[in-house]
């Protein structure tokens, strides 16, 4: 028995005698999916080769637990899910088993997809997260025209929309700002789209950055005998100011 195929044979035991595996289905499933995904990403970001062993087989597993659930329901099985990813491979790749040149595949390949479409935007999965679901969406969009053509038009935008949000805010119209608000973010991913950055991994390496500095702001009140909580907002600024300029990388 192979390593792969004794897996299979522990799910199948897990389905059949735990009572926690047994209940799951593939809608209770599609957080974990996501969990282990982003797992996956910081054990690549953390380039610590066993974590990302670990963090692959346990991608892995979600694709066996979803493919023994389907067996159950006698709609398909991992074997059948392995035998539609070689086939998808080959046809995607007639210029590794065939006699097409990149260019001609990749050409062919859209013009495919966009067959099979009703909307352009169709194939944009709603489960991502927002800010890479709106550059993936502002690209499909742009493939038709529907693109800013200068980089002081998306400023333009940014300048409009927080205009607009400024007003929703002194009105009080709560709805009105948080679409206002959704707007903005919108306008702002254009720019990243217009200076060809991802969005996502700005606002990730913003996020590491913050908390960067916000625990270096803990680790100085503890030094100098106090608590962030009872520290004036004056005193903070001084903290996250010296946290921004002291090279604690």
Same mark, same amino acid.
């Given at each position: 028995?192979? =390593? ?14 735990? =009572?926690?595996?047994?209940?799951? %289905?593939?809608?209770?499933? /599609?957080?974990? !999916?996501?969990?282990? #995904? ?47 990813? +070689? ?6 790749? =007639? ?33 991502? =997260?927002?800010? *890479? ?20 038009? #998306?400023?333009?935008?940014? $300048?409009?929309?927080?205009? &607009? ?10 709805? @009105? ?14 720019? $990243?789209?217009?200076?060809? #950055?991802?969005?996502? &991994?700005?606002?990730?390496? $913003? @996020?590491?950055?913050?908390? /960067?500095?916000?625990?270096? *702001? ?10 962030? /909580?009872?520290? %004036?907002?004056?005193? *903070? ?5 010296? !946290?921004? +300029?002291?090279?604690?990388?």
């Amino acid at each position: 028995m192979t =390593p792969f195929e004794e897996l299979l044979k522990i799910m199948e035991s897990l389905r059949e005698k735990c =009572p926690w595996d047994r209940k799951q %289905t593939h809608e209770s499933l /599609k957080k974990y !999916a996501i969990e282990e #995904v982003y797992e996956l990403l910081d054990a690549i970001d953390s380039k610590d080769d066993q974590k990302l062993k670990e963090e692959l087989g346990d991608v892995l597993l979600q694709v066996v637990f979803h493919s023994q659930i389907a067996k159950e329901r006698s709609a398909f099985d991992v074997w059948d899910v392995i035998k539609a990813l +070689n086939q998808k491979l080959i046809e995607r790749h =007639p210029h590794v088993f065939g006699c097409e040149s990149a260019e001609e595949v990749l050409k062919r390949w859209e013009e495919k997809k966009a067959k099979d479409r009703e909307s352009i935007l169709d194939g944009v999965p709603r489960s991502l =997260p927002a800010l *890479m679901r709106s550059q993936k969406l502002q690209d499909r969009a742009s493939l038709v025209g529907f693109d800013f053509e200068s980089i002081e038009q #998306v400023f333009e935008k940014i $300048a409009e929309e927080l205009e &607009e949000l400024k007003e929703a805010i002194q009105r009080g119209d709560k709805r @009105n700002v948080e679409h206002e608000i959704g707007d903005l973010l919108t306008a702002v991913v254009e720019l $990243a789209r217009f200076l060809k #950055v991802d969005a996502e &991994e700005c606002l990730q390496k $913003a @996020n590491d950055r913050f908390e /960067k500095r916000f625990r270096y *702001m803990e680790k100085r009140a503890k030094e100098m005998g106090k608590e962030l /909580k009872d520290m %004036t907002l004056e005193e *903070m600024d001084k903290l996250w100011l010296e !946290a921004k +300029n002291f090279d604690y990388e």
